[in-house]
């Protein structure tokens, strides 16, 4: 990454500048607000990106397995917290269940990531981070849209699974419309990601190692890698959460627990 | 089974986490027996009738079904003997043909065959058109799918029915037509409802009230109450 096309710090921080004018022009549709939470997002974002910087170049110096393990069990806790506070539901009674889920998806695909990249030695951070993070970053939003979708439609059609239940159905059975729709609605968005991949938007990880200076070919097989690990650790991810949560959730006699769900997203 | 009552609540309480919704419910119901709960609304009707069917958790008292104590273990036998007629009508954009045949799919139901001239049968009883069965739920109005909720409790072939408001949604022509099948004998009936003609055509009514239940006598009374 050097020589030309390096990006320069004070280069960088002019080039914030090109947010001036569309920044401008919401203000003068009087969209105070929005611009307002668009410069603390921005501000986020530099200061997390920056601070993971910094970290990664010291992990990545460091190279250590101890290291490198505590990191992606970080990465993990705050990954499952966000998704079952983020999904609205009660983070003390379903942390492990879903922790499990995201640990056995996630971990799964990425033991076949490093088994297919043979990085020396095979806990290098610059392999296992960045590709623990990509699983990570895609099973958070699998795993929201599927718990989120799964309790709001039980929730909202509590009657028609009652129905269905009391009529003699298991509890799967019963269930069984609302896993389907929650899935479907999970996995969807993947699925049209996948068709359009390349056509429409080249995708961010291939873009950017492209402009680090790796040969497309090389980036494209990446980017292939990447996307089939994300399909299948974000569906095994759903799928188990899913299951396991309908086992805490739901009593012997098919009934609900409605404290899984917190109060304010009822 | 021989000569015990189909349902038995000895003081029973039920209600949500800490709160008491009824308590100290005793209720003998004998096959053959036809019994409507009336009283006002969120006093209790429903939940009581869910109770039945273990779709509400006992907070106190036993509960027994063909002298049987209600438990985990015995509440796949309950479910699958009763045909449960739930207040709200099904809806959303399964087909006719589909929301009445997914029962077949389940274990409970496996050694019955779905058959269309069940279906046929049926809808000939309580007067719904067989056109209706490539239609989708929600092309339907509010007096067909309470009909159809009822055809498929019925379609099990099962005798006992508890049913919620089943005649809510019907005009006097379709309500006769359901009042005749269902209140005619052939069934054990526990029942929950508002509406007068209904009410008459059941032998036993219990008032459902203040956390309580007590028999009456007068039932429409206690409906035409402001």
């Given at each position: 990454m050097s020589g030309s096309g390096q990006i320069g710090v004070v280069e960088l921080l002019i080039f914030y500048g090109v947010l001036l004018l569309p920044l401008l022009m919401l203000w003068c549709l009087g969209l105070k607000d929005l611009v307002k939470n668009l410069l603390v997002g921005v501000g986020r974002m530099t200061l997390q990106l920056a601070m993971i910087g910094v970290y990664l170049e010291f992990l990545f110096a460091q190279n250590s397995l101890v290291l490198n393990l505590l990191w992606l069990a970080i990465m993990l806790l705050v990954a499952?917290?966000?998704?079952?506070?983020?999904?609205?539901?009660?983070?003390?009674s379903l942390f492990m269940v879903s922790l499990f889920s995201v640990f056995f998806g996630v971990g799964l695909v990425l033991v076949a990531m490093i088994v297919l990249v043979q990085p020396e030695p095979w806990f290098s951070s610059r392999y296992l981070i960045p590709l623990a993070g990509m699983l990570l970053g895609n099973c958070l939003t699998g795993n929201i849209l599927v718990l989120e979708r799964f309790y709001s439609s039980v929730s909202e059609r509590y009657e028609q699974y009652m129905g269905d239940l009391l009529l003699g159905a298991s509890r799967l059975e019963a269930l069984q419309p609302f896993i389907r729709g929650a899935l479907k609605s999970a996995i969807s968005?993947?699925?049209?990601?996948?068709?359009?991949?390349?056509?429409?938007?080249?995708?961010?990880?291939?873009?950017?190692?492209?402009?680090?200076?790796?040969?497309?070919?090389?980036?494209?097989?990446?980017?292939?890698?990447?996307?089939?690990g994300i399909a299948s650790s974000m569906i095994l991810c759903a799928i188990i959460n899913l299951m396991l949560n309908i086992r805490v959730s739901f009593d012997r006699y098919g009934l609900m627990d409605f404290s899984m769900i917190k109060a304010e997203s009822r | 089974m021989g000569g015990h009552p189909v349902f038995q609540l000895v003081s029973v309480g039920i209600g949500v986490s800490e709160k008491a919704l009824l308590s100290g419910v005793n209720l003998t119901i004998g096959r053959g027996d036809s019994f409507v709960l009336v009283g006002p609304s969120g006093g209790g009707k429903s939940s009581l009738l869910k109770l039945l069917l273990g779709g509400f958790h006992l907070q106190a008292g036993e509960f027994f079904f063909m002298g049987r104590p209600v438990c985990q273990d015995s509440i796949k036998h309950l479910r699958s003997s009763i045909a449960y007629i739930p207040q709200q009508a099904p809806s959303g954009g399964e087909s006719v043909a589909d929301y009445l045949s997914r029962p077949f799919s389940w274990k409970a139901w496996s050694d019955r065959p779905f058959r269309n001239s069940d279906v046929e049968y049926w809808f000939q009883q309580l007067d719904l058109s067989i056109e209706l069965l490539s239609s989708s739920l929600n092309q339907l109005s509010g007096g067909q799918r309470q009909r159809l909720s009822m055809v498929r409790g019925l379609m099990t072939g099962r005798k006992i029915l508890v049913a919620d408001e089943p005649t809510s949604a019907l005009d006097d022509e379709s309500c006769r037509k359901v009042t005749d099948l269902l209140l005619g004998g052939d069934y054990t009936v526990v029942s929950a409802s508002h509406d007068p003609r209904w009410i008459t055509g059941c032998q036993h009514s219990i008032l459902v009230r203040d956390g309580g239940v007590s028999v009456v006598d007068n039932p429409i009374r206690e409906v035409m109450k402001p």
């Open positions: 499952n917290w966000h998704i079952l506070s983020r999904a609205g539901l009660s983070i003390t968005p993947l699925v049209a990601t996948l068709s359009t991949l390349g056509l429409v938007a080249l995708p961010g990880m291939m873009t950017g190692q492209i402009l680090g200076g790796a040969e497309p070919v090389d980036a494209v097989m990446y980017q292939l890698m990447i996307m089939l | -």
